[in-house]
């Protein structure tokens, strides 16, 4: 026992003599600003993107994505996408008269809403954010129940060239 003592005696008294207080101060000082630096990594975490809520595909709620809710059964370029909002032409450019109607479910509230896709006529194709989704679309010889359409044709003739569609809400649907 006597031996075990002097060991750690010795030992404590060899690394008192290699250590000073001053650099004790340090290393602690050190490990301190270290670990105060830790729960700052990684920096961008508030910037990631969220995942959408279950059930709901991701943009289901972004108007310049395909997989937003109102655009279940479009068939065109997005004109949130093209200068306008998804309820707004761009400039330089008038709404169809005649539209294609389509039912969308909103996963905000669980409801079924009747949307008009009302074309945009006037310019040439936008071409960005084209969505083709097509729900109870039917074959174009039924043009009345068909997405794939130009309803800009029912507009004057200096009219007719299609650019974009937009998602307007009728009503709840039943
Ligand atoms: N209703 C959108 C559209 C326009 C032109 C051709 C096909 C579809």
């Known amino acids: 026992m006597k031996l075990l003592d002097t060991l750690a005696e010795?030992?404590?008294?060899?690394?008192?003599?290699?250590?000073?207080?001053?650099s004790l101060l340090?290393?602690?000082?050190?490990?301190?600003?270290?670990?105060?630096?830790?729960?700052?990594?990684?920096?961008?975490?508030g910037a990631e993107p969220q995942p959408a809520p279950a059930g709901k595909p991701d943009g289901w709620d972004d108007p310049t994505s395909c997989n937003y809710w109102r655009?279940?059964?479009?068939?065109?370029?997005?004109?949130?996408?093209?200068?306008?909002?998804?309820?707004?032409?761009?400039?330089?450019?008038?709404?169809?008269?005649?539209?294609?109607?389509?039912?969308?479910?909103?996963?905000?509230?669980?409801?079924d809403y009747v949307i008009s896709y009302n074309d945009c006529c006037g310019k040439g194709s936008c071409g960005r954010c084209t969505c083709?989704?097509?729900?109870?679309?039917?074959?174009?010889?039924?043009?009345?129940?068909?997405?794939?359409?130009?309803?800009?044709?029912?507009n004057s003739q200096a009219n007719i060239p299609y650019h974009c569609t937009t998602v307007r809400i009728v009503g709840a649907a039943g």
């Open 26 to 45: 340090g290393s602690l000082g050190t490990l301190l600003i270290g670990a105060a630096a830790l729960p700052l990594l990684p920096v961008a975490r």
């Open 71 to 111: 655009h279940c059964a479009i068939d065109g370029f997005l004109c949130a996408c093209c200068g306008g909002t998804q309820t707004t032409c761009p400039p330089g450019t008038d709404m169809s008269a005649v539209t294609w109607i389509g039912t969308c479910h909103n996963p905000a509230d669980g409801r």
């Open 132 to 154: 083709n989704r097509n729900e109870r679309d039917t074959a174009l010889y039924q043009p009345g129940q068909s997405n794939d359409y130009n309803w800009c044709s029912g």
């Open 10 to 22: 010795e030992s404590a008294r060899a690394l008192a003599r290699r250590s000073s207080r001053r």
